[in-house]
């Protein structure tokens, strides 16, 4: 097993240098061999990484002591799902599954239907180039195969806050994400190498890039309800440096998908593409660097590596070549691109889009990094909190949901003043109706009133959008108002996939406004039959039990719960004692509805009468997870929607003109 783990390490190393130099030396001498060559290493590389998974995944299920990586993050007792999972909880594991995810990417690309296509020796090169980093970090500095000196009786185990499901997909899903930009990265790099200054690349990319978005959203929404239920502070999203990493090309990736729009439609905004493509990569990059580096505090990362170095010597490789890249085709880009013609304008309304995200983006960056930044020239490391990101984010993020229910009201090219404001006024008319009922209920909080009512004017929008579009259709057809919708929405699937996005964005605006402004949470001591009251819920405490599962000790709260002076039941919140861990697990009680959760955490006991719990009510935290779902199957909708694009370079053309 040591055998075959290593050599597949190193199999990976020799087979992404083969691959790139067979790409090149076809590429040089217009070599069709060559170049089938090079596809033949693109499988090799997917079947070794493929195998190294597989043994890994042998040895964590089996529990293969000897082998160091298995002895520190398992043990005899932790479940099976939770010794497979253990394959992404430490540095040596992760590198193999971004390795694996990346070469199998690869793989897909480079026997798709465009495998003829002159950029794809070029792109191939380029994926490769970030396998081979992969392959070469883990053989000199993280080695998940490496052997333990002696054989230990047991494993170390699993850190209790990675045993939950959500430990099963969040890692997953935000390494799809971050591995899938390599993707439209490597074609929009070919495309610029080889002078192809037109939108084939986007073309061709379009889905890649819509999955790996799909990804990166699946990644952090699982991740802020994996925090939710886990950590016990009662929120999920703190912006914590490594949950920031993750949200940063999430921002750029949106920007990008709305402004290449423009340039599919209009010939514009070439070099602003480009550009954010090659800043999203980077970001993943950047992302992977904070988790492994240890330069920042965070719950996420692994402070024992010395990987950082590594990922910032190869971050910094990738932007110096695509800037050179993109400076020496500068004048290319620019050539041939139309300009925006008329301020008041669909174009224009998505360029304002596109920079309020960057700047987004850039105010998480500068917050992330302000620490490390203070530190660095002052010598006093500066914390930045919540409190900064709420402050600044909030007026940002206004402005977009108000964005994104202007500019499907505005018109390409020239929009008309007078019909955007006869377009504007149903959905106007509904965000000034949710202010005034708000008002009217007696909701406090002027601000969260704004954001609300705004994020009613967004909903308004989309769902105007799809009333006009039924009624046209069914005048058009004479269809009966499902079948139009049905229709509709299977002919414009990439349109009405983006609305429906829009409106998943809506549901979680209004839990994320909701639970940051109106939650209450209570800090209470009571003894056993005695009872904590908050708003409309009363927990009377019953007693502290003790039990054992699995070798671990278990501290279970026993309460009944009532809403409104009607029974709705008992909750159990818990603290786990792991043999293995020194610091217990909290495990969240929880009871929710449409509208709100109880959310109890078991905090400390004085003995088994006296208890101390934190009640906490967060009102509409379940619309976000509903939110996360519909903006997936909006993304689901798109991404299987839109026209097939072929390339315009012909099969019986392709290797002929490789050279370009």
Not at 59 to 64: A, C, D, I, R, V
Not at 263 to 274: G, I, P, Y
Not at 436 to 448: E, N, S
Not at 451 to 463: D, E, K, Q, R, V
Request: glycine letters at 8%; a positive charge; proline letters at 3%.
């Amino acid at each position: 097993m040591y055998l075959i783990g290593n050599i597949s390490i190193y199999l990976g190393i020799v087979i992404s240098l083969y691959g790139i130099i067979a790409n090149i030396v076809g590429i040089k001498k217009k070599s069709s061999k060559w170049i089938e060559s090079a596809r033949g290493a693109v499988l090799s590389l997917a079947f070794v990484a493929s195998i190294a998974s597989f043994l890994l995944l042998y040895l964590l299920g089996t529990s293969q002591f000897q082998y160091k990586y298995v002895a520190s993050y398992t043990n005899e007792s932790l479940p099976i799902a939770y010794k497979l999972t253990a394959f992404w909880a430490g540095n040596a594991g992760s590198l193999l599954l971004w390795a694996v995810l990346l070469a199998l990417y690869t793989a897909m690309v480079v026997f798709s239907k465009e495998k003829k296509n002159p950029m794809m020796p070029y792109v191939s090169s380029i994926l490769m180039v970030n396998i081979l980093f992969f392959f070469t970090v883990m053989a000199l500095n993280a080695n998940p195969f490496e052997m333990t000196d002696k054989i230990p009786a047991d494993g170390k185990g699993l850190n209790p806050m990675l045993q939950n499901p959500g430990m099963i997909l969040h890692p997953v899903t935000l390494y799809m994400g971050y591995v899938g930009l390599a993707v439209p990265f490597a074609f929009g790099i070919a495309a610029l190498i080889l002078k192809r200054m037109d939108s084939e690349w986007i073309k061709l990319t379009r889905r890649w890039t819509l999955l790996a978005w799909l990804f990166l959203t699946l990644g952090n929404v699982i991740g802020g309800w994996w925090a939710y239920l886990e950590l016990g502070w009662g929120g999920y999203w703190a912006w914590d440096p490594v949950e920031n990493a993750s949200f940063l090309p999430w921002l750029t990736v949106s920007a990008f998908l709305h402004s290449v729009m423009i340039q599919e439609r209009k010939n514009m905004l070439k070099t602003w593409n480009v550009s954010l493509i090659i800043l999203s990569y980077i970001l993943t990059l950047f992302g992977t660097f904070l988790v492994r580096s240890g330069i920042l505090t965070s719950v996420h990362a692994f402070g024992d590596s010395n990987l950082g170095t590594y990922f910032l010597v190869f971050m910094a490789f990738m932007m110096l070549f695509s800037l050179y890249i993109v400076m020496t085709r500068y004048g290319l880009l620019k050539k041939d691109s139309s300009p925006i013609e008329a301020y008041f304008s669909k174009e224009s309304s998505f360029l304002l889009n596109n920079m309020i995200l960057v700047a987004a983006a850039f105010a998480v960056f500068w917050g992330t990094m302000y620490p490390l930044i203070s530190e660095t020239f002052t010598g006093t490391k500066v914390n930045v909190g919540a409190p900064y990101f709420d402050k600044v984010m909030a007026p940002i993020l206004l402005v977009l949901i108000v964005l994104m229910g202007i500019c499907p009201l505005i018109a390409w090219q020239k929009a008309v003043f007078e019909k955007f404001m006869k377009n504007t006024l149903w959905p106007l008319a509904m965000g000034v109706a949710t202010a005034i009922i708000l008002f009217a209920v007696g909701v406090k909080g002027i601000y969260a009133i704004i954001g609300l009512s705004a994020t009613s004017f967004m909903f308004g929008t989309h769902l105007q959008e799809f009333a006009r579009g039924i009624g046209a259709r069914r005048k058009a057809t004479k269809e009966n108002v499902l079948k139009a919708a049905f229709k509709l929405t299977v002919k414009n699937q990439r349109r009405y996939g983006g609305y429906i996005v829009h409106i998943g964005i809506a549901v979680i605006a209004v839990g994320v406004i909701s639970s940051h402004t109106y939650s209450t949470e209570v800090l209470k001591t009571v003894d056993a039959g005695n009872s904590i009251k908050t708003g409309d819920y009363s927990l009377k405490f019953n007693q502290l039990t003790e039990h054992t599962k699995n070798g671990n000790g278990i501290v279970v709260a026993d309460i009944d719960v009532t809403y409104k002076g009607k029974d709705i039941g008992k909750i159990k919140p818990e603290k786990i004692f792991y043999e293995t861990w020194p610091e217990p697990s909290t495990e969240v009680a929880i009871k929710t509805n449409w509208s709100q959760d109880l959310y109890v955490v078991l905090s400390s006991w004085e003995n088994k009468d006296k208890v101390t719990f934190m009640v906490k009510v967060n009102p509409f935290v379940s619309w976000i997870w509903m939110g996360g779902i519909i903006m997936v199957i909006g993304t689901a909708f798109a991404l299987i929607g839109g026209r097939p694009t072929t390339s315009r370079y012909q099969i019986n053309k392709g290797i002929s003109r490789v050279g370009g």
